[in-house]
């Protein structure tokens, strides 16, 4: 590649463009004359740069004195002179030129003509503005303007991609216009396209110049013809939030892409994470009384000049809990309790165990408390419809009621008949509430009365029990008798056993007798 400056061209050893063989071609270099004389001119063709200068020597073979002189335009100066031979300097050499070498011999004129060829890099050239942004698998036009430039013959307009060549072709008109087509990939993303004149002066024994334009850099992108997925909720309570997902898959360059999720014309504040060629948005949505209402959430996905929208309705409501009452929470058993259940304007209820069963605006009832209402609980429901959701609140209470102590026969069976040594249960429970305390004593001893599995029975737990549940309420006592057969004891065993508690009394009577003074 030539990289001669081309200025400076006074003197003939200086010039870029060298004459022998190099700047110049030496044509058909005498013109015979009738005469004989022989006019000649050297350089024959010259090409240089735009306002230089070349020196142009004109020589005759005539045989006399001629007259030589130089015919053009252009600013020429005579630079030396010998015997039939001048050289002149032609400068500010703005255009191509053919300037013309005469000599009068005696009667006879001959001419030579010079052709200047004058060279010039482009002024301006420009690569026309890409597409922001391109989509892959679409063809894109490369456009490559160029002004200026001259010898055209020798202009090339090239065409690339980083260092690919895409296109060459000749520089025609003016200004010239050089194009090509490439279709696009997710390779061209961020590849810089560039325009490149070269003018080859090689041939003519001058450098190969080159221009390039400014790069424009290309942006190709990939959107899918689908819709993001959206995941929200169809309905939400003022005073929560909710996750919103809007996400997306097939995307290129994915870290381009840009979410716009909104709520109506509230823009929600969004979270973007992106994954290779996918990303996913994040937002809560707040139910608040002032959007309160019918709203069209949208999630837009943009990408390059494109863009793919989804969209979903999502109902904000209000909707307080009833409020459920009851007279008294902690009654004495006998006591009048009302449980009241109301609902909040416009919304309607219904109490669990309430005699009648419609929903109303508002429920109550009066209810006698008695001990098994203790820990009863009461459940007030309001129901309430949402965008074709039933939704329901409900209250609960518990009703404590005061009763006992108890001590029942089912409770505390009163007579125990155990073989001894077999193994028994024994269960006696007091109850009340406040719950009761149970003692069971042996009325001879004070002995604890055995409870739970016996096993086995032994004798010395026969008795008769005192048995006393005790609480804040009050005491209730309930005796228990507690007989334990011996081992031997047979059928017959059991009438000996009598006969002698019957002779023990006998003798106990005797002695009292006997005790008694008469
Ligand atoms: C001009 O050309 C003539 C004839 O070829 C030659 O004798 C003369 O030296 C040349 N002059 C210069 C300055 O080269
Ligand atoms: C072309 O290149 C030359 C030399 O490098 C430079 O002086 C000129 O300004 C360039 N022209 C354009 C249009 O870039
Ligand atoms: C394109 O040019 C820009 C800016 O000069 C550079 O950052 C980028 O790496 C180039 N792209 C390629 C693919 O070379
Ligand atoms: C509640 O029930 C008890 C037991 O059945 C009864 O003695 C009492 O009179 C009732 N009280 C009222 C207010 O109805
Ligand atoms: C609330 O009450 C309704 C109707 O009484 C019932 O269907 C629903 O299961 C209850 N919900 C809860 C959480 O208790
Ligand atoms: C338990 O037995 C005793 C005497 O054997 C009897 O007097 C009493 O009535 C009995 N009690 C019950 C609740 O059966």
Wanted: charge should be negative; include cysteine; proline fraction near 7%.
């Amino acid at each position: 590649v030539g990289t001669q400056t081309p200025n400076d061209l006074d003197g003939w050893p200086r010039a870029p463009f060298t004459l022998k063989g190099l700047g110049c071609k030496m044509g058909p270099p005498f013109i015979r004359t009738t005469s004989q004389a022989l006019l000649s001119v050297f350089p024959t063709e010259a090409t240089l740069p735009r306002g230089g200068s070349v020196l142009v020597n004109c020589s005759s073979t005539c045989e006399e004195e001629a007259f030589l002189g130089l015919e053009t335009p252009l600013t020429k100066e005579e630079r030396d002179r010998g015997h039939n031979w001048k050289v002149f300097k032609l400068s500010d050499v703005e255009e191509d030129s053919k300037p013309m070498c005469f000599s009068n011999c005696g009667p006879n004129q001959t001419l030579a003509s010079i052709s200047i060829t004058v060279y010039r890099l482009p002024e301006h050239m420009e690569l026309f503005p890409l597409p922001p942004w391109q989509p892959v698998g679409e063809n894109l036009t490369l456009k490559c303007q160029v002004k200026g430039g001259a010898p055209r013959a020798q202009l090339t307009l090239v065409l690339l991609r980083g260092e690919e060549e895409l296109s060459r072709q000749p520089a025609v008109g003016e200004p010239a216009e050089g194009n090509a087509t490439v279709l696009a990939g997710r390779g061209d993303y961020g590849a810089n396209f560039t325009c490149r004149a070269e003018l080859d002066l090689r041939p003519q024994g001058l450098g190969f110049f080159q221009n390039t334009s400014a790069p424009r850099q290309l942006r190709t992108f990939v959107l899918p013809m689908t819709s993001p997925q959206l995941e929200t909720p169809r309905i939400l309570e003022v005073g929560t939030s909710e996750k919103v997902v809007c996400s997306m898959g097939g995307l290129f360059p994915a870290s381009e892409a840009r979410v716009h999720l909104a709520l109506g014309d509230h823009r929600l504040n969004t979270t973007v994470t992106y994954n290779k060629d996918s990303l996913s948005a994040t937002a809560w949505v707040e139910g608040t009384a002032e959007n309160e209402g019918d709203h069209l959430l949208v999630c837009a996905i943009m990408l390059g000049n494109q863009s793919q929208e989804s969209w979903r309705n999502l109902t904000v409501y209000s909707f307080p809990a009833p409020n459920l009452t009851l007279s008294e929470q902690e009654v004495s058993e006998g006591t009048q309790v009302e449980v009241a259940c109301e609902a909040s304007v416009g919304l309607r209820v219904r109490l669990s165990d309430a005699p009648a069963e419609p929903w109303a605006p508002s429920v109550q009832f009066l209810l006698n408390a008695t001990a098994e209402d203790n820990g009863r609980h009461f459940s007030c429901s309001a129901a309430l419809e949402v965008a074709g959701h039933l939704l329901y609140k409900n209250q609960t209470k518990e009703l404590r009621v005061l009763y006992g102590p108890r001590l029942d026969e089912s409770d505390c069976l009163g007579n125990w008949t155990w073989p001894e040594e077999t193994n028994q249960k024994l269960s006696c429970q007091a109850w009340g509430n406040p719950v009761p305390q149970l003692t069971c004593l042996r009325e001879t001893d004070g002995a604890l009365l055995p409870t739970g599995d016996l096993r086995p029975v032994k004798k010395q737990y026969e008795g008769t029990y005192i048995c006393k549940a005790e609480s804040p309420r009050g005491a209730v006592t309930r005796k228990v008798f507690l007989t334990v057969l011996s081992e031997c004891a047979s059928v017959r065993g059991w009438a000996q056993v009598g006969t002698e508690i019957l002779a023990q009394e006998a003798a106990a009577m005797k002695l009292n007798t006997q005790a008694t003074p008469p």
